[in-house]
């Protein structure tokens, strides 16, 4: 069992930046950022391997960073030019489970979730 706890999140205006933390309690191997807003799917923003390979959502390529530090245990998100469509409740997830090739932004890969952490982007 994994736990993930979340933090980092806010209020910031449109263009500014935020970055999301997820501490996880032991041994990973992927771990992403998922969002939700109410009324709809919980959507896969960025996900990473053990050994740092990324993949994102075309939403935030060129925006947002994703990152690790696997001494720490944890999971990094750099939000930058942030707009009003990216506010939502961000969720950690992580799995244990090694894997090769890309990783993939569906929330069914990962058993493990956080609490998550609300990002709000003002116009």
């Known amino acids: 069992q994994v736990q993930l706890v979340e933090s980092g999140g806010g209020w910031v205006q449109a263009g500014g930046s935020l970055r999301l933390s997820c501490a996880a309690s032991?041994?990973?191997?992927?771990m992403g950022w998922f969002r939700q807003v109410p009324g709809k799917e919980r959507e896969g923003v960025a996900v990473?391997?053990?050994?740092?390979?990324?993949n994102y959502a075309d939403s935030v390529k060129g925006r947002f960073t994703i990152s690790r530090d696997n001494a720490k245990n944890t999971l990094y998100l750099q939000m930058n030019s942030l707009k009003p469509e990216d506010s939502a409740m961000y969720y950690c997830?992580?799995?244990?489970?090694?894997?090769?090739?890309?990783?993939?932004?569906?929330?069914?890969?990962?058993?493990?979730w956080g609490q998550g952490t609300q990002v709000t982007v003002s116009s």
């Open positions: 032991g041994y990973t191997y992927g």
């Open positions: 997830a992580a799995d244990r489970l090694r894997f090769s090739g890309l990783p993939t932004l569906s929330q069914a890969d990962f058993p493990y």
């Open positions: 990473i391997s053990r050994t740092g390979t990324t």
